[in-house]
């Protein structure tokens, strides 16, 4: 059974920092495209950071240079550091594996900014 388990969401004042981590279990992180996504009320599901198998990364335009995806092969884990928060980051942020036709989601992290 595939579990995708995030961990690290929170309260943070605007400017500050957090690092979510994506614990995979059932899967080898390393065989997947590992990505975190993210909802806020009333929008679309939108892609954040995307750690390629080939160990490329892609970030989308409201993040990058503050937020980084890396891969830990050894604990099966993906992280997103995410720094500079502002309140447009306030979210449900996802971590989602998929490769072919298998996907993978797990349950969720809220992520809350104050200004």
């Known amino acids: 059974q595939v579990q995708l388990v995030e961990s690290g969401g929170g309260l943070v004042q605007a400017g500050g920092s957090l690092r979510l981590s994506c614990a995979a279990s059932?899967?080898?992180?390393?065989?997947?495209?590992m990505a975190w996504y993210r909802q806020s009320p009333g929008k679309q599901r939108e892609a954040v950071a995307t750690?390629?198998?080939?160990?490329?990364?892609v970030y989308g335009e409201s993040v990058k240079g503050r937020f980084t995806i890396s891969r830990d092969n050894a604990k099966n884990t993906v992280y997103l550091q995410m720094n500079s928060l502002n309140a447009e980051d306030t979210a449900v942020y996802y971590c989602?594996?998929?490769?072919?036709?298998?996907?993978?989601w797990g349950q969720g992290t809220q992520v809350t900014v104050s200004s």
């Open positions: 059932g899967i080898s992180v390393s065989q997947y495209i």
């Open positions: 750690f390629m198998r080939s160990g490329t990364t």
């Open positions: 989602y594996a998929g490769v072919f036709t298998r996907q993978y």
